[in-house]
């Protein structure tokens, strides 16, 4: 943005001053997240930067962090690094087995809530849905209401509502459930309310790429004698596929970044990587977390750039921007 | 139906043929065609709609109805104490128990506490009225061996608190399974020994002052990121696409950050020994003994929160500001008005639908917010969500922690629907 040539003295000052109150401003949103990343790779236990690298002293800095994510929960950490202490560490190191829960949490949450979303959506982008304006409102809440309160109601739901024993439907959702046939502290539990609280942001991604749906072209596929089903998965699906990805990588990260409802409805076997990181924070704090939360932030780099690029695609084949 | 005088009527009577209503090739009327053919389409799109539909009133809706239901229902007393429970039906609030109350009384304590559910009772009366809890279990011990009429004698005899007006008026509370008495006490409130509502002791006042406190946080917050927010959706709005696409990936970074890894940050960077207190050293604006303590305070609260909720105020503003004709600005100028008065009078105007949504959006979420105030927030930085969480883990008043949920939830959704109703669901964008 150029200023015009009849700028005063006064704007013109204003226009400098108000380019470096943008560029500290840009400098508070971002700083925090990339200044850990220098600092997980401190040699001492500090959050702050030690002389040593400051003045860029290889010394000062090291890996051990992250060796400590590796290590710590394992049984024998000291041993040699052969394949014995690889199972040991595959088996018993807390961050593993935190990665390995949010993942498979992540996962089945992210392919529900994509699954049910993008039919919901697919719904709620006809003209002639009934009760368009409730409904819509009803699917999105999830994202409006307080975690707390959803943490809340969801403890009280998962702790109440179990299968009576030996009954033959206990007896099919047994691997599912808790030992006395609740939801509480298993991971089906985990998985439905994160799927839940992931919905909204796939109604909202995928409703997005319908607003420029062409219905016209549904049509003209019928009408050279497609069936519905081919229809929606040649000439529907491709077109709203960005949207539908994107809706799913933002219900993972949901999963992947969620505490609230683990710390109220998961038991010890479904600690995930915030629960882990929220044990850290609160009881003895390293910079082991430090190197957790950089990896973390590099998976959300690699995540927006995913995100970015298809959303550029999904404005180009659907004509919505040049290039 | 068609008049002789109506020409148009006419014309189509005589292209019809016949003096009837259209039909479809296989004979039905048109209407009744197109209104099935319209039921079907609606059909359609509900049951596209009604596996997630299910889904949410099973795994969100039932659970909070659970959760509402919970907050005005407790049966810890009335269940577990029939007899004293009747003789408060029977009775006006203020009646100065009989002999035939005592007599209720210790029945009631002495089958409880052999069932053994004497502990349930006391906690229940122990919401009410702190400290109440181990009057239940003792007495209950020593009713086990028997007690002797006259009832009242024998229990006051056992423990003097037992004639406490305040301890029968906390009992008359709590003698319906359904009870308003968890959400009098979410607003400080209790009913005294007429039955009448009043505050409760000053020095149990808490939950008004928290929710205070959330609102003027959340307010502030909200005023942060607006202050923030605005100049850098400007100047995205203003840039050519290709820069502001660059800088746009500075506020969708922390978007897409896990929001510990945003709170972990805030805590490293403020703490006493940390990164913002040396370079304020170095910089000479502190001394070494000066170190500001920005942490486990409503600063780090602040701090955290306004940079966590900044990319919901800067989204929404820079979407309508990317709309707002240049050349309004332009005419105003070339009209005579200062560029502060252009400002003021013709570009803020256009900007105010992103601000309310923005500012909306932010606030929503701010009022509801748990997880930083619980890790940076310290004992003056926490807000409502804390004390649900700490009633939900830590008292174990479950009914309490439902009755201020509910009351937190009564809030947002009166916020959500004015959202709905001025910005529209369907126009929340995500990056």
Known sequence: MALPTYATPLERTWHWAYLAICTLIFIFLIAPILIIIPLSFNTEPYFTFTPEMLSLDPDGFSMRWYDSLMTFGMARPEAPR????????????????????????????????????????????????????????ILI???????????????????????????????IFAPFLSNSGCLANTYLGVILAHATLGIPFVIITVTATLVGFDQSLNRAAASLGANPRTTFFRVTMPLILPGVISGALFAFVTS????????FIAGPDQQTIPRQMWNGIREQISPAILAIATLLVIFSIALLATVELLRRRSERIRGLSPG | MASPLDPH????????????????????PLHRALARASRRARW??????????????????????????????????????????????????????????????????????????????????????????????????????????????????????????????????????????????????????????????????????????????????????FLLGFPIAHLLAVLPLRKSNLLMILVLLPFWTSLLVRTTSWMVLLQQQGVVNDLLIWLGVIDNAGRLKMMYNQIGTIIAMTHILLPFMILPLYSVMRTINPSYVRAARS???????????????????????????????????????????????????????????????????????????????????????????????LG
């Open chain 2, 9 to 28: 009527a006419a014309i189509v009577t005589e292209a019809g043929g016949i003096d009837a209503p259209l039909t479809t090739a296989d004979g039905q």
């Open chain 1, 256 to 263: 992947f970044d969620e505490v609230v409802a683990v710390l």
């Open chain 1, 82 to 137: 052969d394949a014995s202490w690889f199972a040991d560490m595959w088996a018993n190191a807390k961050w593993v087995n935190a990665a390995k829960n949010s993942i498979i949490i992540g996962v089945f949450s992210t392919v529900l809530a994509t699954v049910l979303g993008t039919l919901a959506a697919l719904g709620l982008s006809r003209p002639e849905m009934p009760f368009r304006r409730l409904i819509m409102a």
């Open chain 2, 335 to 429: 009209l005579g008005a200062t560029s502060w008065t252009a400002f003021r009078r013709i570009y803020f105007p256009q900007t105010l639908p992103g601000l309310g949504a923005g500012a909306l959006l932010v606030f929503i979420l701010a009022v509801g917010y748990y997880i930083t105030p619980a890790l940076v927030g310290g004992a003056s930085g926490q807000l409502i969500s804390n004390m649900i969480a700490e009633h939900m883990t830590g008292t174990l008043n479950w009914s309490m922690a439902a009755a201020l949920a509910a009351i937190l939830l009564g809030g947002v959704l009166i916020l959500y629907w004015i959202y709905d109703r001025l910005v529209g669901i369907d126009n929340l964008k």
């Open chain 1, 141 to 171: 809440s999830p994202m409006i209401v307080p975690l707390i309160i959803t943490a809340t109601g969801l403890f009280f739901f998962y702790s109440s509502a179990c299968l009576p024993q030996n009954s033959w439907l206990s007896s």
């Open chain 2, 44 to 225: 359609r799109a509900f049951l596209l709609v009604a596996p997630l539909l299910a889904f949410i009133l099973l795994t969100f809706v039932m659970p909070i109805g659970q959760m509402l239901y919970r907050s005005v229902h407790n049966d810890g007393f009335s269940a577990n104490m029939p007899q004293i429970s009747a003789w408060f039906a029977e009775t006006e609030p203020g009646t100065t128990p009989d002999e035939a109350a005592f007599a209720a009384l210790a029945n009631d304590i002495q089958a409880s506490a052999e069932a053994r559910s004497v502990g349930i009772v006391g906690t229940r009366i122990n919401y009410e009225l702190p400290g109440t809890r181990s009057l239940f279990t003792s007495t209950g011990r020593k009713l086990r061996d028997g007690v002797e009429p006259p009832y009242r004698e024998a229990m006051l005899e056992i423990d003097r608190k037992w004639g406490d007006p305040e301890l029968w008026a906390s009992m008359r509370n709590s003698s319906t399974a359904y009870t308003d008495s968890f959400y009098l006490a979410s607003l400080d409130r209790t009913r005294d020994v007429n039955g009448d509502i009043v505050q409760v002791n000053e020095n149990r006042r808490v939950y008004i002052m928290l929710f205070m406190r959330t609102l003027w946080l959340s307010a502030l917050v909200t005023f942060m990121t």
